[in-house]
């Protein structure tokens, strides 16, 4: 513990020299008030009860106080000057600021410059420029270390602000000409860059105005701005892009058009202008930088132009950037932040078209199912109309019984009932087996039948000469018998017509009858016999 005090003699903890780190990183020059209502809120109502202001000032910033000390004994701070009102002013110096560059994780050739001198003239303008962040920023009490009166939980409640200390950027040059590191002298510095896309505000360039400028001066600090804006160099690969889009992330379409990122411009009631003044003069100067084409759906359109919003500061503190309290140039109403940097009249636009695409499309679904189902309709009447029906009984087949009698193979019908339906088909194949059985049964009695005479002729013989048809005996004696020849020598002729034939055979010639019944055969003649002996002679 010794050790502790010996190297922090101010008693200062790590977290309360991270605040001012993160603090003055970003803002660059501020009072211990200021990093106290950014950094340990709740240290505001833990000290609510002390008798004078001055008191609960003094008790609520002792812990940043301590650590500013430890860190001016470290070499990490210095003392800047004071406010009007008196308060003490810190910066950080060059070995500050690269420990800062690790608590907001930036690069140090982006944490800018000492700021040494700041305070030196009151720094009221500094001094502003932190209101305004804290305004932007609306802190929240950390519940875990703060009590919790009433008071409290109503600033819990209240509506957010916009991103963190860290997305905060101040004294940021925009270089017309040169480059990041040595920007030329004809281009503009902002006060403020806030880069939250967590809460719908990818980029916002942010002016404040103590009331000292005229609106001729505004204006040309704008004309500045559309000359940065319209500035482009080559990227790392190679391609032309805006020269803002090499340091900052933000989406190509900016509410639907390619705008220019937004430029708020905040009045502080310090100087001898008034800004209900200054404001619509300024519109009109500058209304070539924002003024947008209006389009059929009542919205306009933005390409190339700046959104210039103007507030005030005491409202933008009183109400934070979720309030009606902003004016969009060109519009006649108080909007929230993130509505007057949109377009929400071409957000409304795009979703009415949409909505009507969307029926569009509906309708031609609708349209296009109610063809399918006529179609369906038609096509299945035509195929009911060409449904077979059973030649047996009448019915339509069935779709499984037409798919099977459809089937062929090689041409021919698989089916072999293709005309019947399935309990058709199926007494008819039962009336073939049964008829099958009878046939088999009748088979050996045809076949004796076909040993006797399997030639017989289908038709009763007739005699080819009288022409009268064989009697039974006559037509079983002339029928052949197997593959023999009858023995009949005339089985052409019926047994009447036979038996004459044989009676004049014997009447022209006795002899050779009588031979041939008396089965003497003529004898052979030899080779060279009786034939030969013709030829002799």
């Known amino acids: 513990m010794a050790g502790k005090r010996k190297k922090n003699p101010a008693g200062s903890t790590n977290g309360y020299r991270g605040d001012v780190l993160r603090v003055l990183g970003a803002l660059k020059v501020a009072a211990a008030d200021q990093i106290q209502r950014i950094g340990a809120l709740h240290l505001t109502f833990r000290h609510a009860d002390k008798e004078t202001p001055s008191k609960r000032k003094q008790a609520r910033t002792a812990s940043h106080t301590g650590a500013l000390s430890d860190m001016r004994k470290h070499g990490l701070s210095e003392n800047g000057g004071s406010t009007e009102t008196g308060d003490s002013l810190r910066h950080l110096t060059t070995k500050g600021l690269q420990a800062a560059s690790y608590e907001l994780r930036r690069p140090v050739t982006e944490m800018g410059s000492t700021a040494r001198g700041a305070g030196s003239s009151g720094a009221s303008h500094p001094m502003a420029v932190n209101e305004t962040v804290i305004a932007m920023l609306r802190p929240k009490p950390n519940m875990a270390v703060a009590v919790d009166p009433p008071h409290v939980q109503a600033a819990v409640d209240a509506p957010d602000g916009i991103g963190i200390i860290a997305s905060y950027w101040t004294e940021v040059s925009l270089p017309a000409t040169g480059t990041w590191n040595a920007p030329g002298k004809v281009g503009a510095q902002a006060d403020i860059v806030l880069t939250a896309p967590q809460d719908q505000v990818p980029l916002l360039f942010i002016e404040v105005d103590n009331c000292h400028e005229s609106a001729e001066e505004l ?171 059973c030649t047996g009984c009448g019915a339509k087949f069935t779709d499984e019984r037409w798919e099977a009698a459809q089937a062929t193979d090689w041409g021919a019908p698989k089916d072999s009932h293709p005309r019947l339906c399935d309990d058709c088909k199926q007494r008819a194949i039962a009336a073939e087996r049964h008829a099958a059985g009878a046939q088999e049964h009748q088979e050996p009695v045809r076949r004796g039948a076909e040993q006797q005479g399997f030639q017989r002729s289908p038709h009763r013989p007739v005699c080819t000469e009288c022409g009268a ?69």
């Open 469 to 537: 048809a064989f009697t039974d005996e006559r037509w079983k004696a002339t029928e052949r018998v197997g593959w023999v020849a009858t023995s009949e020598p005339r089985p052409s002729l019926c047994g009447e017509c036979d038996r004459r034939f044989v009676t004049d055979l014997q009447q022209a010639w006795p002899d050779e009858h009588r031979h041939q019944e008396q089965g003497q055969a003529v004898p052979e003649q030899k080779a060279g016999g009786t034939w030969l002996s013709r030829f002799r002679r």
């Open 219 to 389: 204006a040309d600090k704008l004309e500045k701005y559309a000359r940065f804006f319209r500035r482009k160099v080559k990227d790392t690969d190679g391609k032309e892009r805006p020269m803002w889009r090499t340091r900052w992330s933000a989406p190509d379409t900016w509410s639907g058009d390619r705008t220019h990122p937004p430029v708020l411009l905040v009045f502080n009631r310090l100087g001898e202008r008034n800004p209900d003044r200054t404001v619509p003069r300024l519109a009109e100067l500058t209304r070539h930088l924002w003024q947008g084409e209006r389009q059929k759906g009542g919205y306009h359109h933005y390409d190339g132009r700046i959104p210039i919003i103007a507030t005030g500061l005491g409202n933008l503190s009183k109400h934070g950037p979720a309030g009606p309290v902003l004016l969009r140039f060109g519009r006649d109403h108080m909007q929230p932040l993130r509505e007057a940097i949109g377009n929400p009249r071409r957000r409304a636009a795009d979703a009415r078209a949409r909505e009507e695409a969307t029926a569009r499309q509906e309708e031609y679904q609708a349209q296009v199912r109610r063809a399918a189902q006529e179609q369906a309709a038609k096509q299945a009447a035509e195929r009911e109309a060409r449904r077979p029906v």
